[in-house]
Every structure is written in structure tokens, then in C-alpha cells.
């Protein structure tokens, strides 16, 4: 029998590989974005009709090509970005498989302009189906205008398999999303159907999340902002409040590629667990910067898929730098006009809820109760490795410690220092709120809802380390329980133990407590622990929370100092302090403000 192998036709071999490439108009804007940022352009304008089924156009004032080039570009694996396998590893360009084009040409009809600023003429070529139609010099701007209309032209089965306009719209308009904000420093225009939709001028992350997602993101952001010797970290997260039940405005770029990244998106989202519902999902657009070396973006050929070679460390310091920025949340805002790393200005935030929580029980949660102010991250991180060492394989403790050598400035310290250095300016309104002065201008404090967020972390805490300290009593108490209080606290001995309640089981039903934890008044003792059981069980009914945190929940509840109290000078200090290390002191454990912050700017704009 004749051999039967033979090498496919170019144009059929490129209109295969098309099939991985293009799937649809969105591919094609997200190929032709990425080659005119690839071209160093500052203008990138993306012109598209009927969704991009009939006409994608991308005009860019980057380097252009020559004649050859331009002829060359529309072959497959021609490209100017990597020659030697090494590249691969150490690729900062968007694109470098060199498909890009070829597959398009494949599967549409494609006019492209383009000419080199150092060249008087540039290059028309015209593309069919892979099969040129012309090549002439044409006068034309500096940079490449590429058009590709009719996608699909000659694969009918794809073309038909196309969604409805509004649902490619929608695709396109993520793509063009996704490069804008990887891209704040280029001015882009999207024109869809002779409608100019986005006109979005070169500036700071900041302003393009609002250019994009509107100025309601103004004062809802935090910047989040991570340097270590492995991964840097940048870009903001939005504040509980700005989370949303649909997905879609979560972005992650390792060297400002968009990537999806499941496990990344958890390690946010874990951070919100107590903040927002878990139906919904934060906002955050944060970009990593990690050496290529360290990365394989060749997985995929869409390439949003990406794999760290060490996936745990990336985890833990995302997880550590959103919890940071959520920490500063309530006492930060953005000012638009300075950028992620400069100095930010204290806010006006309004006092809206945030949502109450089910939280589930948090491997990595922040549960660091420092009263050092300074100490207070370092423990945080100290804690992420400490709960991680188990399987990892490497020296995570050394590794860890190495890499957060931190150079973000603690706002909570600078507070502080400006704190105790004016201790008039603290003063308490109502018997109810604090009220002080701040670098930027004030803030106001709820006493009852700051001092159940201090003392929750310290009882998560020793829940968690089954040692709290109590105070034993000369003459220990009686408490009769209903049959039923009486099993469950039998139930949870230890963690109540752990708590700083010690007791001993008397007689059927009554327990005699011997000690309890150091911040109960003397006198309500037999309130309290009522009351902690009452809410216990209220808790579990309506939140269905874990039990440790329910636990620490109630009894922070119960014990927190209660509006109508008249706080000592002492007394206030020593609350703003533990709320100022808290790692996370702008919220209360149900998700309600603990702070509300003012400038003077805010001030000002009052009176007029
Ligand atoms: P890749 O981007 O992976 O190199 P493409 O098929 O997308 O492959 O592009 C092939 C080559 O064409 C690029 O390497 C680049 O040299 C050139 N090119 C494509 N688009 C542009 C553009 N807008 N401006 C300048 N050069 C371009
Ligand atoms: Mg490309």
C-alpha cells in the first residue's frame, strides 16, 4: 500500500491551530491588545461592530512593522519576542508563541496597516483565509491599524456556534477590561458600534478602576501592597461593602497578565469571611510581580491558567497582604491623584453595615492579639507559617521570615505615636463614642463595638491555644442550669475553660465557678456567664457559626463594654491601642464599623 502520511497545508494547518487560539471575538481583541501593548503603544483604540462577528479593529501608535515584517507576522511561530528556548522562561512580553496572527488570517479577512516611525511609507496587506490578497506601500499613520472582519467567514459550524451579540459583547468588553487595568499607564478607547463606550485616559490604577467600574469605587478602596524577595504584590481590594453577589470583578495579573487562579481567589476571599456573605465575592484588582523563572505560562494556550512553583508561599503572602489592606480599610482612603505606594490620606467613610457572617473556622485566621503595636503583623505572619509548617516541604519558617522583611509603613503605629502624644485630644461623647484626632483629621470610635473586636481576637486566641488566664474567686458561685445548659456546657468544658471560666460540676445541673476571665466586673459574674450561654445558643441558632467562634463571639459580646459607660482617659487609650493592633480594626466580629473616620478636606466640604 502507497504511504499514506503527507504534511498538512499551511492554511489548513494554521486554520487548526486557530481552533485553540480563537474561539471567538474575544480572542481575537485580546490578541490584537496584547500585540499593540507588546508594540509599546500609548494610544490603543479597539473599534468593534456586531460584537466583534463582523469587524474588530485595533489601532495603535506603537513601533509598527516594516514590509517584511508585516509579511512575516502572519506566518505561524513567527515572532520578534523570544529565538532560543531560555526565553521562554524569562518572557515579560505579552505574547511569544507566534500563533497569534497566523490563526487569525486562518479564519478571517484581514486588513492591516502599518509603518515604522523611522520608515516614510507603510504596508497594506490584505489576508484571506491565510491566503494573501495584496501587499502595497500605503501612506499611512505611525503604528499598525490591523482590522479583521468577518471571523469565521470560512468555518460556518464556528461561526454559528457564536453566542447572541450581548453575551460576546460581554466577552470583549473583559478582555479589553482586564488589559486596561493591567495597563493604567496607556490610554485606550473602545468603540462599539460608532459609540464611543470607554475613553479612558493614561493615569493611576485608582482613577482606571473608577474610569471603569464608576466613581461609586471612590473611598472604597485599600490599597494592598506586599514586597518579599520571591513575589511583590500591588493594587487595591475594595472594601466589604463593595462585594457583590455576581463574579467578575476580581482580577489577578502575575506580570500584568490576567490570570485565574483559583486558589489565589481564596486566599482573598478567605480574608472577607467574616465581613461579607459568603454568597458574595470582594472586589480586587492585584497585580503580582514574580521573577518568569518562578512561573509556566505555556500551560494553557489561552494562557490564563498559570503554575507557580511554589504555589503555598504565593497563598500565604496574598492571604498576609489583603489582610492588611483590610486592616487599613476603614482608616485609609485613596487619594486619586497619588499612586498605590505613595503616603494615603486618612477618609471619610460612610457608616453603612457591613453584612453579618457565617464564617466557617479559619486555618489562617488572624487571631493575633499583640498589644505591641509594632509586633502586631510580624505575629500575623509569624502565625500564617507556624499553621503551614506541617506539609511543606521546604523551611517555610526561615522562608517566610526572609520574605517579610516588610517594607510597609504600619499605619496603626503612626496613629498611635500621634495618639499618645496628644492625650487631650481623646475625649468621650454620650458615655458612648471616642473621639480623636488623627494625622489627617479625626476619627470617632464605637467604645462597644471597638472592645468587642479587641476582646474577640484575644479570646479567639486562647481558645485556640486552650489557655486563657482566670481570676479565681475567694468564694466561688453557684449557677443552677436548665437540664439542657447543663449538657452543653458539659460539652464544651475545655473551650470555656480555655476561655478563663473554671468550673466544677456540684451537684445535678449546678456547676460552681471558681474563676473567670480578668475583664469581668465583679457583681455581674452570674449575669455574664448566663448571658454567654444565652447568646451561645442564639448564635448557633441564627448564624450557624463554628463553635470556637461562636464561642469567642458571645462572650465578646456579652462582656464588651456597653454604650452609656463613662471610659477613664486611661481606659480609652488603652481601648484604642488593643483596637489599633487588632488585625482587623475597623470591623466588629458581626461586621459593623468600629470606626468612622473623617479629613479635614471631608470637614471642610461639610460647611459649604
Ligand atoms: P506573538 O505576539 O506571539 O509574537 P503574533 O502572531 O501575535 O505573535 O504576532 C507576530 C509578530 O508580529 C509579533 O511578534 C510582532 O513582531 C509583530 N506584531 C504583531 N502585532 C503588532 C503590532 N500591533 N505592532 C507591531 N508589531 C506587531
Ligand atoms: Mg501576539
Known amino acids: 500500500m502507497a504511504d499514506v502520511i503527507k504534511l498538512l497545508p499551511e492554511s489548513l494547518a494554521n486554520q487548526i491551530a486557530a481552533g485553540e487560539v480563537v474561539q471567538r471575538p474575544a480572542s481575537v481583541v485580546k490578541e490584537l491588545l496584547e500585540n499593540a501593548i507588546d508594540a509599546k503603544a500609548t494610544h490603543i483604540k479597539l473599534i468593534i461592530k456586531e460584537a466583534g462577528k463582523s469587524w474588530i479593529q485595533v489601532i495603535d501608535n506603537g513601533s509598527g512593522m516594516s514590509e517584511t515584517d508585516a509579511r512575516m507576522s502572519f506566518e505561524r511561530h ?51 483565509g491565510s491566503q494573501t490578497l495584496q501587499i502595497e506601500p500605503s501612506q499611512c499613520a505611525k503604528g499598525t491599524s490591523i482590522t479583521v472582519k468577518n471571523l469565521f467567514f470560512n468555518v460556518p459550524a464556528r461561526r454559528n456556534f457564536l453566542k447572541n451579540i450581548s453575551v460576546e459583547f460581554a466577552h470583549i468588553q473583559d478582555e479589553f477590561f482586564r488589559i486596561a487595568l493591567a495597563h493604567p499607564d496607556i490610554n ?105 523563572k518562578h512561573i509556566d505560562i505555556n500551560v494553557h494556550p489561552t494562557k490564563t491558567e498559570i503554575k507557580f512553583d511554589d ?99 504600619n499605619i496603626h503605629n503612626i496613629e498611635m505615636s500621634e495618639l499618645k502624644a496628644e492625650h ?19 476619627m470617632i470610635i464605637d467604645q462597644q463595638a471597638a472592645h468587642e473586636r479587641v476582646l474577640y481576637d484575644k479570646f479567639s486566641k486562647t481558645i485556640e491555644s486552650k489557655f486563657g488566664a482566670s481570676q479565681q474567686f475567694l468564694f466561688p458561685l453557684n449557677i443552677t442550669l436548665s437540664p439542657s445548659d447543663f449538657d452543653l456546657i458539659q460539652d464544651l468544658k475545655l473551650q470555656i475553660h480555655a ?51 461562636n464561642l469567642a463571639r458571645s462572650l465578646s459580646k456579652r462582656l464588651a463594654i456597653k454604650k452609656g459607660n463613662k471610659l477613664s482617659m486611661q481606659e480609652m487609650q488603652n481601648l484604642l491601642e488593643q483596637l489599633l493592633s487588632s488585625p482587623n480594626p475597623s470591623y466588629a466580629p458581626d461586621g459593623t464599623y468600629t470606626i468612622v473616620s473623617f479629613d479635614v478636606q471631608k470637614l471642610q466640604d461639610l460647611f459649604q
Open 499 to 549: 476561655l478563663g471560666f473554671s468550673f466544677s460540676v456540684c451537684d445535678k445541673n449546678t456547676i460552681i465557678i471558681n474563676g473567670i476571665p480578668a475583664e469581668v466586673r465583679a457583681g455581674t459574674e452570674k449575669a455574664l456567664f448566663e448571658g454567654f450561654i444565652a447568646q451561645f445558643k442564639e448564635n448557633k441558632e441564627a448564624l450557624k457559626l463554628p463553635t470556637n467562634e
Open 424 to 442: 487631650n485630644l481623646i475625649f468621650q461623647i454620650h458615655n458612648s463614642f471616642i473621639v480623636t484626632q488623627t494625622k489627617a483629621g479625626m
Open 78 to 128: 513567527a515572532t520578534s519576542k523570544i529565538s532560543k528556548t531560555g526565553d521562554l522562561f524569562t518572557i515579560m512580553t505579552m505574547g511569544f508563541r507566534g500563533e497569534a496572527l497566523a490563526s487569525i488570517a486562518a479564519v478571517a479577512q484581514i486588513e492591516m496597516k502599518t509603518r515604522k516611525e523611522s520608515d516614510e511609507t507603510g504596508t497594506l496587506i490584505q489576508i484571506e
Open 188 to 292: 485606550f478607547n473602545l468603540i462599539n458600534n460608532n459609540d464611543e463606550i470607554y475613553q479612558l485616559a493614561a493615569g493611576k490604577l485608582a482613577q482606571r478602576i473608577q474610569a471603569i467600574f464608576g466613581v461609586s469605587y471612590k473611598g472604597q478602596l485599600s490599597a494592598c501592597q506586599e514586597e518579599t524577595p520571591y513575589l511583590k504584590i500591588k493594587g487595591y481590594i475594595g472594601k466589604p461593602n463593595c462585594a457583590k453577589r455576581k463574579r467578575g470583578e476580581q482580577f489577578f495579573f502575575a506580570n500584568k497578565r490576567f490570570i485565574k487562579h483559583p486558589l489565589l481567589h481564596f486566599a482573598v476571599k478567605e480574608c472577607f469571611e467574616s465581613l461579607i456573605d459568603p454568597a458574595e465575592h470582594p472586589f480586587y484588582v492585584l497585580f503580582l510581580e514574580i521573577d518568569p
Open 311 to 409: 504555589e503555598r508561599t504565593v497563598f500565604q503572602i496574598v492571604n498576609a497582604a489583603v489582610r492588611k489592606a483590610l486592616a487599613n480599610a476603614n482608616l485609609n482612603a485613596i487619594d486619586f491623584s497619588e499612586n498605590v505606594n505613595n503616603e494615603m490620606f486618612a477618609h471619610f467613610s460612610s457608616p453603612s453595615r457591613a453584612t453579618a457572617s457565617t464564617a466557617q473556622n479559619n486555618t489562617f485566621s488572624a487571631n493575633n492579639y499583640e498589644k505591641k503595636p509594632t509586633q502586631n503583623w510580624q505575629q500575623l505572619y509569624q502565625n500564617i507559617a507556624n499553621n503551614n509548617t506541617q506539609n511543606t516541604q521546604m523551611d517555610t519558617q526561615e522562608k517566610i521570615e526572609l520574605k517579610f522583611a516588610s517594607n510597609f509603613d
